[in-house]
């Protein structure tokens, strides 16, 4: 019988250098989809299209493949945004952790998990910081949310609009990065490369302007301060 020959210890640590970057890699791979996972049945519970639902993710969690968030184009469950500065964290347990540390210095415009839903206005929804940053329950709530303004408004483009920010400028340009990201036209925060971004706009999106009386009507913006 042939014998193996032992596996030196020098290559040792390279094997567990290189098992541990699959292992995370197939972590990272697993997480990434639960934000698509979790907007799927939200839409199908809550009957917004799911384009929207898509759109606003990335919009809100977005980043590119392998952390670079520029282009925005992948949504991130571990993600929070602290006054206005966003981080992308590697996993639920730190992101957690970091959203723990920042309530506990008192701050409450913290914005958490894939629809960047702000603890502000919207954490007494919620059991818990955790309960925020599941993806599951933080797109559940995100899209009971956009449902409820669409009743106010029965339009869902103002619902959009509306779901960002009740200044008019501002909720004009946010629907359009929604609409630039959903045909992939432009990266997220440039506007698309038509000359009337509007004749383009895919069916999910083909409604009204939001007028400035919509903008005044909902309960608070759901993501960031008003």
Request: charged letters at 15%.
């Amino acid at each position: 019988m042939q014998r193996v020959k032992p596996m030196s210890a020098p290559c040792l640590p390279a094997l567990l250098i290189v098992l541990s970057l699959v292992a995370s890699a197939a972590v990272a791979g697993r997480d990434g989809r639960l934000c698509g996972d979790a907007a799927a049945a939200a839409a199908a519970r809550s009957g917004v299209p799911l384009p929207i639902l898509t759109a606003i993710m990335r919009a809100e969690s977005g980043r590119a493949p392998g952390g670079d968030p520029r282009p925005q184009t992948e949504p991130w469950p571990w993600t929070l945004n602290a006054g206005g500065a966003g981080a992308w964290f590697a996993t639920r347990a730190e992101a957690l952790a970091r959203a723990e540390a920042l309530v506990a210095e008192g701050e409450t415009n913290v914005d958490f998990g894939c629809f960047q839903v702000n603890l502000h206005w919207h954490g007494s929804a919620f059991g818990s910081l955790d309960a925020m940053l599941d993806p599951q329950s933080n797109a559940a709530y995100a899209a009971s949310f956009l449902a409820d303004l669409y009743r106010q408004t029965g339009d869902w483009r103002a619902a959009a609009a509306l779901y960002h920010s009740r200044d008019p400028d501002r909720a004009e340009a946010y629907v359009l990065r929604l609409e630039a990201l959903h045909a992939g036209a432009a990266p997220a925060g440039e506007a698309p490369t038509t000359a009337d971004p509007r004749a383009a706009i895919p069916a999910a999106f083909a409604l009204t302007r939001a007028s400035g009386a919509l903008l005044t009507a909902a309960r608070g913006p759901l993501i960031g301060a008003p």
